[in-house]
């Protein structure tokens, strides 16, 4: 497998290229199979900032910071959450639909 962007030789089971940074197909989940629902299972209070996190791909720290920087700065963070948190469907604590790409199996 190669990069799209720069080129290099990837292994198999490589999710981003050590060159460019660029994310592989590998692990990613469906667009379809990833609505925008409340995180159950890794959330801290409501699970808002863990589902959006999840929808967009990224890691949830940064979600969390940059809502938590919102929310003290200006405060509209705190009424976003709470929109949030009210209109957002829950999943349930039941983990999220993704497309499985098998990997080499190590026995």
């Given at each position: 497998?190669?990069?799209?962007?720069?080129?290099?030789?990837?292994?198999?089971?490589?999710?981003?290229?050590?060159?460019?940074?660029?994310?592989?197909?590998?692990?990613?989940?469906e667009?379809?199979?990833r609505?925008?629902?409340?995180?159950?299972?890794?959330?801290?209070?409501g699970?808002?900032?863990?589902?959006?996190?999840?929808?967009?791909?990224?890691?949830v720290?940064?979600?969390?910071?940059?809502?938590?920087?919102?929310?003290?700065?200006?405060?509209?963070?705190?009424?976003?959450?709470?929109?949030?948190?009210?209109?957002?469907?829950?999943?349930?604590?039941?983990?999220?639909?993704?497309?499985?790409?098998?990997?080499?199996?190590?026995?």
């Amino acid at each position: 497998m190669y990069c799209t962007q720069c080129g290099v030789e990837l292994r198999a089971d490589d999710r981003f290229c050590s060159r460019c940074g660029k994310r592989t197909g590998i692990g990613r989940m469906e667009t379809s199979a990833r609505p925008l629902m409340l995180d159950k299972r890794s959330k801290k209070i409501g699970g808002v900032c863990a589902g959006f996190a999840r929808y967009m791909e990224v890691d949830v720290i940064l979600v969390r910071t940059l809502w938590l920087a919102l929310a003290v700065t200006t405060g509209v963070g705190f009424l976003a959450y709470f929109a949030a948190w009210l209109i957002m469907p829950s999943d349930y604590g039941q983990a999220p639909r993704t497309a499985f790409v098998p990997g080499p199996q190590t026995t």
